[in-house]
């Protein structure tokens, strides 16, 4: 009896104990409200075309599954009526807005804009979209940077031009660099004309001094193999060893020798981009002092969106970067280097859902758009915009029935739903050489739109590939900078230069 009843009350005890873990793992479990904890989220389409009815158009479409509307209208951008009145149309439908200007509005239209906007729309308000893919230009485009009182024009083909004046008055003379990606550097020297205007070689003008002796340009070409070619009336090429020639090539031994000339390497030297850390000063302190002349006139949020070089985008200003995306299989890597330069920074950041082809221009499909903006907002994005060309009495654009039931069905399934969260970050990182503006599309890509790839590039991008293997979406790419260390922020922390 006494043995029944020991085994009966183990049996109680063991399901006592038993019911209390499960009660202890059940109570122990996020809430549903600790589970969809979320960061603000806002989802939306852009508009950039030029009618207001238009505008109005897509608004009335999109408001019952969107919170946010893009006004990116370049001929609009110096309408201050219609753009109020698209603002207007837009807030009374409950949207937030967004509004794009660019560096050649700054003035009169933009300062009124700023100046009524916190009045008359308050908080749905979220800033200025300015300027458009800049670390895209700088990869890819010809910019012209003016620092120091010169100016410093970057070519699409990674020629570096710089131009400086010496002397004074009527002695001053224009010096003109072009240091070529091959090593070939060439300068123009022109003295100033009576007029201060000068002439480039080869033009049909004449210079004049003040005395009315004609002068004419000068050019020296300087080849990394010690070669130097100079340029007047004649043109004379200086071998290493000693020799002239003339244009026949033949030896002439009245015009002096090659060392009336500064040195190759002196030459090379005067290059204001030598190196990624000079490319990276240049790009931060244009985009600085251009977007602090917003900051001055109003406290205002500013966006971008850009397919690359998004760490310096957040350096140089913008509170939030929207990363392009186009359907490829880099879009991963994008969101890893989007997500980790803003979260180190401490800014915000978002997708731009960008057109699948080019040619003829068209989105992606409706799937392929879901897909793009459920990984954005489970990667921990807090914007989802759509790109949607409209070309004038094209109705709403780009957009067509399945991209709107696309951007519906997201707004549903995920962005409203209690169970979903942007509220996530990335839990292992990849380190990348510090300033190194490699655009990283491609293993050829180049370095800040100048350089080739380099001895790193295979290494990083290996670095990349592996890194993004391993860890997928928990992966966030960043930059060896001492404002930013890694420390105690990730589980996990390769260097470019380690063994993933």
């Known amino acids: 009896m006494k043995k029944r009843m020991t085994l009966l009350l183990t049996a109680i005890i063991i399901i006592v104990i038993v019911t209390s873990a499960f009660v202890t793992i059940e109570t122990s479990k996020p809430s549903l ?15 950039s075309g030029n009618s207001v009815t238009e505008a109005e158009q897509l608004i009335d479409r ?33 949207l937030n807005i967004i509004v794009c200007y660019t560096t050649n509005s700054l003035g009169n239209i933009l300062d009124s804009l ?26 890819d485009s010809k910019i012209t940077f003016s620092e120091n009182n010169n100016t410093i024009v970057k070519g699409e083909n990674g020629q570096v031009t710089f131009s400086e004046v010496v002397g004074s008055g009527t002695n001053q003379t224009l010096n003109q660099f072009t240091f070529d990606p091959s090593g070939i550097v060439t300068i123009t020297s022109t003295p100033a004309s009576i007029t201060g205007t000068w002439f480039p070689v080869g033009g049909n003008t004449t210079n004049q001094t003040t005395n009315g002796t004609s002068v004419e340009p000068t050019q020296t070409i300087y080849y990394p193999n010690g070669t130097i070619c100079y340029t007047t009336d004649t043109t004379v090429t200086y071998e290493p060893n000693g020799t002239a020639l003339n244009e026949n090539g033949q030896v002439v031994t009245n015009h002096g020798n090659i060392s009336q000339f500064e040195p190759y390497q002196q030459v090379l030297d005067a290059n204001p981009l030598l190196n990624d850390t000079d490319a990276a000063n240049l790009y931060l302190n244009n985009l600085q002092t251009t977007l602090s ?7 205002v949020n500013l966006f971008t969106s850009d397919y690359g070089l998004y760490w310096f985008d957040y350096l140089g200003g913008y509170n939030a970067v929207f990363a392009e995306l186009f359907g490829t299989q880099t879009d991963a890597q994008t969101l890893a280097l989007v997500r980790g330069a803003a979260d180190m920074q401490d800014k915000s950041w978002g997708v731009m859902i960008e057109p699948a082809s080019q040619s003829p221009l068209s989105l992606q499909n409706g799937a392929q758009m879901y897909n793009e903006l459920r990984r954005a907002y489970e990667n921990g994005a807090e914007y989802a915009v759509v790109f949607n060309y409209s070309p004038s009495g094209n109705g709403t654009g780009l957009l067509q029935n399945e991209q709107f039931a696309s951007i519906q069905k997201f707004w549903t399934n995920v962005a409203q739903n209690p ?82």
Request: aromatic share 14%; net charge negative.
């Open 114 to 139: 700023l100046n009524v906007a916190q009045a008359r729309w308050g908080g749905h308000f979220l800033g200025l979209y300015f300027n458009d893919e800049p670390g895209g230009h700088m990869l």
């Open 293 to 299: 002349s917003i900051g001055n006139q109003s406290a």
């Open 419 to 500: 169970k979903e969260t942007n509220n996530v970050k990335g839990q292992d990182a990849l380190v990348l050489p510090q300033n190194y503006g490699w655009g990283m599309r491609t293993p050829n890509d180049a370095i800040w739109g100048i350089w080739q790839p380099d001895n790193s590039s295979q290494q990083v991008w290996n670095a990349v590939q592996a890194s993004l293997a391993k860890y997928g979406s928990k992966l966030d790419i960043v930059y060896e900078d001492p404002a930013y260390p890694t420390s105690g922020r990730y589980l996990h922390v390769y260097y470019w230069n380690q063994t993933i």
């Open 33 to 47: 409200s600790q589970a969809a904890s979320k960061k603000p989220f806002y989802v939306g389409v852009t508009y």
């Open 62 to 94: 999109v408001k019952s599954y969107t919170n946010l509307f893009v006004l990116q209208s370049g001929p609009l951008m110096d309408n201050l009526s219609a753009t109020e009145q698209i603002c207007d149309y837009a807030v009374n439908s409950g």
